[in-house]
């Protein structure tokens, strides 16, 4: 049987690749309308791809594998929380995607038919394409062999390593901001990006925390049995996610520390500042006070007729403003 090398993507929009694989090689390009018969054939295995689907596309890949209505309009509606749902023999995931999109991250979706004989994944918003998952799958068809479990494994393993270079960028930010925190107040488009990354990691983390519960049960098979083999590939995947887990819980709490700091440094000079008016103010409350007096215009002031009068009241006002000045100097007050 001739082996097929490479990959044309078909032309129906909406389908990204689809092949036929037999003991771990793809031996054809297969349309979606014959998706059903290969995937019926012994020893053969249907792997498709989709990105945003039509509704028509859907219908007829539900007719082609018998999936379940539900599934199929879960599929086609995204924003579904990660899960894992049995219908039949078909084993429905859904499963979460991070990318960072104009500095911001983006989150996508990717749905998961497995059941005998066929693989279908469904894209939705921001997500990297699987086609590294599947050359690296077709580079070895000793694990391909396994089947369905393997690129079941392959693309959710590919899901959660695709979390590191968002992490690390986000990662890298929040230590920029946090350093610049220590040099001067951040702006006020600095503060709202810290306020703005922190929202983000938290939609990030209610996508990771769900998928964490899917690969235990995958792991464990507690809706579908999983190849003894496979088993300690998902739990590998597990413990990616719960260190996703870890690291955005850590990268939240600095970003909370770094909007905290920046507050009250926000504060602390805000007090600097008002410190500074005060003392002017009771500085030049002197002059004032006494200008004040002497402007009153009453008939009987003595010392307006004596004649050093004038001097000893500019003494009086410089050596009472120096003093002050002294004072709120050595307290740090200017």
């Known amino acids: 049987m001739a082996l097929i090398t490479s990959v044309a993507p078909p032309d129906v929009p909406g389908v990204v690749a689809a092949g036929a694989y037999a003991e771990g090689r793809r031996v054809a390009d297969v349309r979606v309308e014959e998706a059903g018969d290969w995937a019926s054939r012994p020893g053969h295995l249907v792997w498709i791809g989709l ?3 039509s509704a028509a596309l859907l219908r007829e890949i539900q007719a082609q594998f018998r999936l379940h209505p539900l599934a199929i309009e879960d599929a086609l509606n995204a924003h579904q ?4 749902e049995r219908y039949g023999d078909c084993l ?5 995607t991070a990318q960072l999109v104009q500095d911001r991250i983006a989150l996508g979706e990717t749905h998961l038919f497995v059941g005998r004989g066929y693989v279908v994944t469904v894209r939705h918003g921001a997500s990297e394409s699987y086609a590294p998952v599947r050359e690296k799958t077709e580079s070895c068809p000793k694990l391909l062999a396994h089947g369905e479990d393997y690129i079941l494994y392959a693309v959710l393993d590919f899901i959660v390593d695709n979390y590191a270079p968002v992490m690390e960028t986000v990662m890298a930010e929040a230590e920029s901001l946090e350093d610049r925190i220590l040099k001067r107040e951040l702006l006020p488009a600095e503060v709202e990006r810290l306020y703005l990354l922190r929202r983000d990691l938290l939609r990030l983390r209610n996508a990771v925390v769900p998928l964490v519960e899917v690969c235990r049960k995958l792991e464990h098979g507690d809706l579908v049995a999983i190849d003894e083999e496979m088993q300690p ?3 590998d995947v597990s413990d990616h996610l719960r260190r996703v887990q870890d690291e955005i819980d850590a990268l939240r709490e600095v ?3 770094a909007f905290e700091a ?4 926000g504060q602390a000079q805000q007090t600097v500042i008002t410190r500074r008016l005060a003392a002017w103010a009771a500085i030049l409350a002197v002059p004032t006070a006494i200008a004040g007096i002497y402007g009153m215009n ?6 307006l ?3 050093y009068g004038y001097v000893l009241v500019l003494a009086s006002i410089a050596s009472l403003c120096g003093f002050l000045f002294w004072r709120f100097r050595r307290n740090d007050w200017l």
Do not use: H, I, N
């Open 92 to 96: 429905f995931v859904v499963t979460r």
């Open 51 to 53: 990105y945003e689907p």
């Open 233 to 235: 590939l998902f739990r």
């Open 305 to 307: 007729k004596w004649r």
């Open 298 to 303: 009453f008939e009987f002031m003595p010392e």
């Open 262 to 265: 920046s507050l009250m440094l």
């Open 81 to 84: 929380r990660p899960k894992l």
């Open 255 to 257: 970003l909370a520390f």
